[in-house]
Every structure is written in structure tokens, then in C-alpha cells.
């Protein structure tokens, strides 16, 4: 059993990095020369009237990549007889399909059959960040849509999950501590429901007290806002996660964390685990720093369990699997 689980993953070592080779920037220069430039115009478009677009796309592409892998399966609507991975709690508040959409029938247009909905992704939301202020990056492209979107695979890190349960999930996908910490800093943007944190302002852990690594300023203030009892998600509030540069990508995050101002307890707790401390300490020091591991985390994050070559299909409707014929039956079988 040793030398077979020795040779899994020997071959999984090999074969990830394969699948890396075959994706590569400039992926649709010759099959469809203005495939980013499409994308990068319809999110332009969207920023322009809506800039917490960007917080939406980073949580879509985190989302998708975290379940099956970069594979664009997040996007499939459920049916009357199945249900997608849309359906679960995590991503009911997932938004920006809309805007996936409109970019898919600019490139169906231009270069049908094409440009797949997981590089439309990850294309998308790597310009968003740029729109943002946040760092300016390639990211290669060549990846194909998944052709299983299953809501009981849905397993994501939790807003009040502990430092160790939370990297757990970032090293099952091939991610390091600082890609967690780097990650989490996606929180520089957008918003979170008071549902996610309200047990922090009046009775955190059943202690019947307010969670005391909150400042008490801004537990005050929360309290306002979301009161004390829990609602429905369609009528929950909702607060800044970065309350000064709310629609900057930027390191602000880090330094409100070190002032205990961190809205979600997994974000109060980077800077409390001795072994992210440091790491979030130098985030909050040097914006360049933090600008870089981000880029880097991003690229390293769509590249996750990625869908290449023969695998998967390019759909045409983002929301829908290709129709694929059924074989037809033997006569006299």
C-alpha cells in the first residue's frame, strides 16, 4: 500500500505540473487575437456604473476554484430535476453571472466555440483588480469548463473557521500559508452580511459578551447597524469589510486588523495566529509588498485542478452544458 500510495503521488506531482504547461499567456492570440480585450471592455463598462463589481468576481472565482477546481462550474443554473452548485448557502450571495454572460456573447460573436467560461473568469476578475488599483497582471489562459456542477461537493472556508481549519482547506487546493493570508486580503474589497460576524457584538462563543479582540468603537457602531437579532439573508445589512478604502484593492485591510477592527473572525485572527502574525504585519507595512503576493496568489489560485486539452468542453452558454448526443441504441441489443 506504501509503494502505491508512493507512486499516487509521484504521478500527481507530475501531472499537475502538466497541466500548468498547457496553459500559457496569450493563449488565444491566433484563435481569437481580441479575446481579452472583449472581456477587459465589458468589465470596463460594468466598473464604470458599478465599482463593487470587483469584489463580486473575486469571490465568484474564488468560489469556483475552490470546489472542482477552475472549471467555471459555479456558473451552471440548476434545473428543475438537479441542482448546481448555486443552490448552496455559500453561494447565494454569489453575484456578477450577468456580467460573465454579457462577456460570453461578445466572444461567441467574435470567435464561436472559443474562449472558455473559466478563462472568462479569471480574465475578468484579474482586470476588475487592475480597475481597482490593485496589481496590473498576465495571467495564462487554455482552460476548459467542467462538465459536473454538484452542490455537495460545495466545501469552503467559513467566516469564523479557525486559522488551522482554514488552511487546511487552502492546502488541500496546493496553497501555502502566505497564499492564505494573501488571499484573505481579497477582503480589501466588498461587503459581508451582519449574519456572518453578528455573534461578535453581544454574546461571541455563548459567553453572553462581546467579542473582545473587536474594537469597541466599531462593535458599537456594528451593533447599530445590525441590531441583535438574526434575519433572513435578503433582509440582512451589510458592512463595509475595509471601512476606509472600501473600493480599493489595497493593504488598509491588514493595518484595520491590527487595530482589532477586522469585521469577520477569521480576519481578527490573522493577526492574533502566531503563525500569520508576521505575515500580515508586513502586508500592513509595505502596500508593494502585499501588491505582489496578491498578483502572484491570484495567478497560482486559477491554475487550481484547471481543465486542459481534450478535458472538459468550451461552453457555449456559460450557464448550460453543451448538448452532447446521446449514442444510439444496438437494434437486436
Known amino acids: 500500500m506504501e509503494k502505491i500510495a508512493s507512486l499516487l503521488l509521484v504521478l500527481t506531482c507530475f501531472l499537475v505540473p502538466l497541466a500548468y504547461a498547457q496553459l500559457k499567456d496569450g493563449f ?8 481579452e480585450s472583449i472581456v477587459r471592455g465589458v468589465v470596463q463598462q460594468r466598473f464604470n456604473r458599478d465599482r463593487s463589481i470587483t469584489a463580486a468576481l473575486l469571490r ?3 468560489h469556483d476554484c475552490f470546489v472542482r477546481g477552475c472549471d467555471a462550474s459555479i456558473l451552471i443554473d440548476s434545473t428543475k430535476s438537479k441542482s448546481s452548485e448555486k443552490d448552496t448557502g455559500p453561494n447565494q450571495t454569489v453575484r456578477g453571472y450577468d456580467l460573465i454572460d454579457a462577456a460570453k456573447k461578445a466572444l461567441e460573436f467574435a470567435c464561436p466555440s ?18 481597482s488599483g490593485g496589481p496590473k497582471y498576465n495571467v495564462p489562459t487554455g482552460r476548459r469548463d467542467g462538465l459536473i456542477s454538484d452542490p455537495n461537493e460545495v ?6 473557521d479557525s486559522i488551522q481549519e482554514a488552511l487546511a482547506t487552502f492546502r488541500a487546493k496546493g496553497l501555502t500559508l502566505n497564499d492564505m493570508v494573501t488571499l484573505l486580503g481579497a477582503h480589501t474589497v466588498g461587503v459581508s452580511h451582519c449574519g456572518f460576524f453578528q455573534d461578535r457584538l453581544s454574546d461571541f462563543q455563548g459567553t453572553g459578551k462581546p ?5 469597541v468603537g466599531l462593535a458599537a457602531r456594528l451593533r447599530r447597524i445590525c441590531g441583535t437579532e438574526s434575519r433572513p439573508l435578503d433582509r440582512d445589512p451589510t458592512v463595509f469589510l475595509d471601512q476606509g478604502t472600501s473600493f480599493v484593492v489595497d493593504n488598509q485591510f491588514y493595518n484595520q486588523t491590527l487595530f482589532k477592527r477586522g469585521i469577520l473572525q477569521i480576519d481578527q485572527e490573522l493577526v492574533r495566529d502566531r503563525s500569520t502574525s508576521p505575515i500580515v504585519s508586513g502586508f500592513a507595512k509595505n502596500g508593494a509588498l502585499f501588491s505582489r503576493s496578491f ?3 491570484m495567478i497560482k489560485m486559477s491554475k487550481i485542478q484547471v481543465l486542459v486539452g481534450k478535458n472538459g468542453e468550451i461552453r457555449r452558454n456559460c450557464r448550460v452544458f453543451n448538448p452532447h448526443p446521446k449514442p444510439k441504441s444496438i437494434r437486436g441489443l
Open 295 to 297: 498578483a502572484n496568489a
Open 28 to 35: 488565444y492570440t491566433s484563435t481569437c487575437p481580441r479575446a
Open 211 to 215: 467579542d473582545r479582540t473587536m474594537d
Open 114 to 131: 472559443t474562449v472558455s467560461c473559466a478563462d472568462i473568469i479569471t480574465l475578468a476578475t484579474r482586470d476588475a483588480i487592475a480597475l
Open 155 to 160: 466545501n469552503l472556508p467559513g467566516p469564523s
Open 60 to 62: 465568484m472565482h474564488f
